[in-house]
C-alpha cells in the first residue's frame, strides 16, 4: 500500500517561506508524476504546482515568481519551498502522486500553512 506524507507546514509571517516535503512509500518512485495542491475551506481544491517525471514543471499563476517544486527521485521525495509567502497562502496543502500513464493516484492527508502577523 503507497502511503503519502507531507511534513514542514506551520504559522509563518508575510513575506516569509516555508518548505513542504512529501515522502512516499512506494517502490519506485521515478513513474510518479507529482504535484501539490490547496484548499481554503469553502472552495475547491486547487493545483499549486506540478512536476513530471521528465522533471517538466507547472505552476498556477497565482505563485509564479515565489514557489518552487522539486523532487528527488533517490529519496523518494518531493518538495515546495515557498517564499515571499502571503496571507492568500494559507491553506491546507496535499501531496498528490499519480501513476504515469494510469488513473492511479494517492493523496497525503494534508498540513495546514498559515501566513499570518
Known amino acids: 500500500q503507497v502511503h503519502v506524507a507531507e511534513s514542514g507546514g506551520g504559522l509563518v509571517q508575510p513575506g516569509g517561506s516555508l518548505r513542504l516535503s512529501c515522502a512516499v512509500s512506494?517502490?519506485?518512485?521515478?513513474?510518479?508524476?507529482m504535484a501539490w495542491y490547496r484548499q481554503v475551506p469553502g472552495k475547491e481544491r486547487e493545483l499549486v504546482a506540478s512536476?513530471?517525471?521528465?522533471?517538466?514543471?507547472g505552476y498556477a499563476d497565482s505563485v509564479k515568481g515565489r514557489f518552487t517544486i522539486s523532487r528527488n527521485d533517490a529519496k523518494k521525495q518531493m518538495y515546495l519551498q515557498m517564499d515571499s509567502l502571503k496571507p492568500e497562502d494559507t491553506a491546507v496543502y496535499y501531496c498528490?502522486?499519480?501513476?504515469?500513464?494510469?488513473?492511479?493516484?494517492?493523496w497525503g492527508q494534508g498540513i495546514q500553512v498559515t501566513v499570518s502577523s
Open positions: 512536476i513530471a517525471i521528465t522533471g517538466t514543471r
Open positions: 498528490n502522486a499519480k501513476v504515469s500513464r494510469s488513473e492511479l493516484e494517492y
Open positions: 512506494v517502490r519506485v518512485f521515478g513513474i510518479l508524476n
